[in-house]
């Protein structure tokens, strides 16, 4: 069983006991595994009954093996972790009523921009993803993690300029293309620590690079 949750204080202390014990009375004599997956909270489980194995990760610790696994995916797949990875990167705000598709209210049709915005999106895109080469290939002889110091639009904007530069990197020679190198988005409030650059430190999120011991499939 898999218990998802994005808001802590819905949590009851008898809750995961109950499941456990809800899943033995319909299964009797059968294994049970539950994972409990929520954001950030001071909990400390009570031992499982014996039949049962108990895991708690947070939705930070399973945001890289969704980006892992799916960011190569088909186009339908790598819009999928878009949305996914925007809406889980969002929990404690409005994402639902904010998000572009994500609202069941009549919304104004966005204006599409015309062949000069178009042309100035795309040449700033370009200039984004080469700056952030450059910081991949520092973060790849280094280690070091680093962040992009510079503004993006929203949270989607970000999210999409993530996928293109997990994209890039894996297609550059090396040693940018070190696949142990990976983009994610820092959270401030589900990823711990503190900004490395202004925009983080202005909005809650930025774009980081970070080297991983784990190649990347």
Do not use: C
């Amino acid at each position: 069983m898999i218990e998802l949750k994005t808001e802590t204080a819905s949590h009851r202390p008898a809750q995961i006991p109950a499941y456990l014990t809800l899943a033995d009375h319909h299964y009797p004599g059968y294994g049970i595994d539950l994972t409990y997956l929520t954001p950030p909270m001071a909990w400390a489980a009570s031992p499982p009954p014996d039949y049962s194995r108990l895991a708690h990760f947070t939705w930070a610790e399973i945001t890289p093996v969704l980006q892992t696994v799916w960011v190569t995916g088909t186009a339908a797949e790598r819009q999928v972790l878009t949305l996914l990875t925007d809406a889980l990167d969002s929990i404690g705000t409005r994402w639902r009523s904010t998000h572009p598709g994500s609202s069941t209210r009549a919304e104004a049709r966005p204006i599409e921009p015309g062949p000069q915005e178009d042309l100035q999106r795309r040449t700033n895109q370009e200039s984004l993803l080469d700056e952030l080469m450059a910081l991949a290939e520092a973060t790849a002889q280094d280690g070091r993690q680093r962040g992009l110091n510079r503004s993006v639009g929203g949270l989607g904007d970000l999210q999409r300029l993530r996928v293109a530069a997990r994209q890039r990197i894996g297609a550059a020679p090396p040693p940018a293309a070190d696949r142990r190198v990976r983009p994610w988005i820092w959270n401030a409030g589900t990823s711990g620590g503190r900004p490395l650059t202004q925009p983080g430190a202005r909005t809650g999120f930025e774009l980081r690079l970070s080297r991983y011991r784990a190649l990347a499939d």
